[in-house]
């Protein structure tokens, strides 16, 4: 437990967790042999994520380039939800091998929208790849390509991830306790 900005957080995945897992799933990747790759980061939450994901990959000797998309997703119905593109990506991705990197799949809308967007522009592949996996929140069929972890129905924070802009900073995945 530590506190920060007067709360207290409960540390689920400790920094050492992380970067063994970054390493496995960099690994992974890497087995594959992706050529001409494009890792695609879904801002905001998976802006730290990304930056020790492409590095991993540098150490596996995959060179990727990377592009940035960000996306907002209204409505929590089973049904409707709509996910909107806020900021697009800069450049051309038809004939790309695609790998999208979020920090946490749940409902699966933001994550398909972005496959399917992906798909729909011509890239030739659109894996997922996913720091934290919330499977009890799935709502429509999705599975990521690469998780790091199984996530326990919590709202986490850190590495990334924030409640209302803040803790995002946090070297770690946590959940606010008090
Ligand atoms: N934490 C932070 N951001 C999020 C979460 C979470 O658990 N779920 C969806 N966005
Ligand atoms: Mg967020």
Do not use: W
């Not at 492409?54 to 995959?62: D, F």
């Not at 592949?125 to 599975?143: H, P």
């Not at 803790?167 to 606010?176: T, Y």
């Amino acid at each position: 437990m530590i506190r920060v900005r007067g709360k207290t957080i409960e540390t689920l995945f400790s920094e050492e967790d992380i970067a063994r897992e970054i390493e496995r799933m960099a690994a992974e990747i890497a087995a594959h042999k992706p050529e001409n790759l494009l890792v695609v980061a879904v801002l905001k939450g998976s802006f730290i994520f990304a930056a020790d994901l492409i590095r991993a990959l540098h150490r596996h000797h995959v060179a990727p380039e990377m592009e940035f998309i960000q996306l907002s997703s209204y409505g929590t119905g089973t049904v409707g939800g709509d996910v909107r593109i806020v900021r697009d990506l800069d450049g051309q991705i038809a004939g790309r091998k695609v790998l999208i990197v979020d920090d946490i799949l749940e409902s699966g809308r933001t994550l398909k929208f972005a496959r399917d967007l992906m798909l729909s522009r011509g890239a030739t592949g659109a894996e997922i790849a996913v720091l934290l996996d919330k499977r009890m929140r799935r709502v429509i069929e999705l599975e990521a390509d690469y998780v790091g972890f199984d996530c326990p129905d919590h709202f986490v924070v850190g590495y990334g991830m924030d409640v209302a802009h803040t803790f995002r900073e946090l070297p770690f995945v946590g959940r606010v306790v008090s």
